[in-house]
């Protein structure tokens, strides 16, 4: 792997924010929220960064942050091997807000007592505010919250007060108004804790003293200002494949250096059914940038022959992807003067999943993060490498994306390459896929629901069935069809889609393909499984 997946960045420009921008950083911990707390943080108008609890001092003060948040996470305070907090993290001189374990390590560094409670809390819990300091300041005096520990606070440290209490814990939330150190032992990120976006703007913007500016309207503008700092007079080379991610890059980078961009769009026959021709029709004709369709199918099939282990697929396509892209630069500058930048649709979600920092686990390759080679013969221009999906589409609002681009599902990299389940991605098994994809995704768009779900797609798992077509015995695929709804992919639910349109697309499949003979429906959350089988 080319590129690690919390490796802090070099530099503020890095970090996709522009010098000057407010930031505050979220030190994870290894909670399952800490990604959505650097959200929710974005929402209250702030950029955040959210970098590992391993990383250097020195990489968290280069930032000059206005307030640092410690985030929740599996282990006990007193545990041997735990996560430990850097007292000097406390002497930066900014506020810091500890979140759930990030609170229980705060009190354990500075001398209160955190034990495990003989109950633990889980899930809805209700507050009582004793003394509301700063932080809760205006809050009702009962509410309700979201927990998720067994470990609680029974003593705040020297200088604390007690802010409020629970159901369990004796000690929910302290402050040391003095020192700017906070904790709550709840989750305000999450929508079960009915206030607690309100906590954290009165964090933001009352004690961190945060201006709340940072929008869409803002990425644009910093984006294309550090854009241009990057390409200056260069040329820049962009993989358009449609969905939103590559065509809001594309648009940022084309409103920085015009028609010295060019998008290469690379038919590999990995795409679902007409949708090449749609992707060439929108921006060749509609949006009017200088655009380049391959056909490259038989190349794409070829490296794909007897691959069947999944991150093999996507480091194949990823590195296949390179050399078309390096080839199209020669062809467009035949005089050596061609496009040094390469243009990519990477998001924060592909960089956290793709791991390989240290202590980071690699949960899948994003074949442009995990599929890159090494003798890559670009500079990368990542506009939306420090966005979530959510602030993408936002984006493109901004950009005039058209609704119908901006909401289209988020469709990977490697295409249906790797959705054809243990087995060789050939043309026979691709087809097969792409027509029940077509279908399925006709019947969600009639039934209404396209909008309301992240993601809806099919699998082909290397299984075959018998079953019973026209009186004869068949032997033939069976189709999983996977619907999940979600905020950003970070986690997600399965979609409970209504029976009789289930009945109707299961119908519909056998009816067509002749290949098909069973239809099933994943029921799978994210956690334990991810969005994709592979």
Known sequence: MTETALRPPASEAESGREVGTEVVVVVDYGGQYSQLIARR???????????????????????????????????????????????????LGVPVLGICYGMQLL????????????????????????????????????????????????????????????????????EDAQRRIY??????????TPYGQEILTRFLADICGCE????????????????????????????????????????LVHRAIGDRLTCVFVDHGLM????????????RDTFKVPLVAVDAEQRFLARLAGVTEPEAKR?????EFIRVFEEEARRLAPDGDGARYLVQGT?????????????????????????????????????????????????????????????RQPFPGPGLAIRVIGAEATRERLDVLREADHILQEEIRAAGLYRELWQSF???????????QGDERTYGNVVAIRAVTSDDAMTADWARLPYDLLEKIASRMMGELREVNRVVLDITSKPPGTIEWE
């Open 41 to 91: 943080i974005r929402e209250c108008g702030v950029f955040s960064e959210l970098l590992p609890h391993h990383v250097p001092l020195a990489e968290i003060a280069k930032r000059k942050p206005a307030g640092v948040v410690l985030s929740g996470g599996p282990a006990s305070v007193y545990a041997p091997g735990a996560p430990r907090l850097e007292r000097e993290l406390l002497e």
């Open 107 to 174: 009190v354990h560094e500075l001398g209160g007592r955190v034990e495990q409670a003989e109950v633990g809390e889980f899930g809805r819990s209700d507050l009582t505010v004793l003394a509301p300091g700063s932080l809760l300041a205006g809050l009702p005096a009962e509410q309700t919250c979201w927990m998720s520990h067994r470990d609680t606070v029974f003593e705040p440290p020297p200088g604390f007060t007690a802010l409020a209490s629970s159901t369990v814990s004796p000690v929910a939330a302290v």
């Open 183 to 192: 904790g709550i032992q709840f989750h305000p990120e999450v929508v079960h």
């Open 212 to 251: 709340r500016t940072w929008s869409a309207a803002s990425i644009v503008e910093e984006q294309i200002a550090r854009i241009r700092r990057q390409v200056g007079e260069g040329r820049a080379i962009c993989g358009l494949s449609g969905g939103v991610d590559s065509s809001v890059a594309a648009l």
């Open 272 to 283: 679902r059914k007409q949708e090449g021709e749609q992707v060439v029709a929108t921006f």
């Open 315 to 319: 480091k194949a396509i990823g590195a």
């Open 347 to 407: 998001l924060y979600s592909d960089v956290i999943e793709s791991g390989g920092g240290p202590g980071a686990s690699t949960i899948k390759s994003h074949h442009n993060v995990g599929g890159l080679p090494e003798d890559l013969d670009f500079e990368l221009v990542e506009p939306l490498r420090a966005l979530f999906k959510d602030e993408v589409r936002a984006v493109g609002t901004e950009l005039g994306l058209p609704d119908r681009l901006v909401w």
């Open 458 to 468: 099919c699998v082909l798992p290397n299984i075959r069935t018998v079953g019973v």
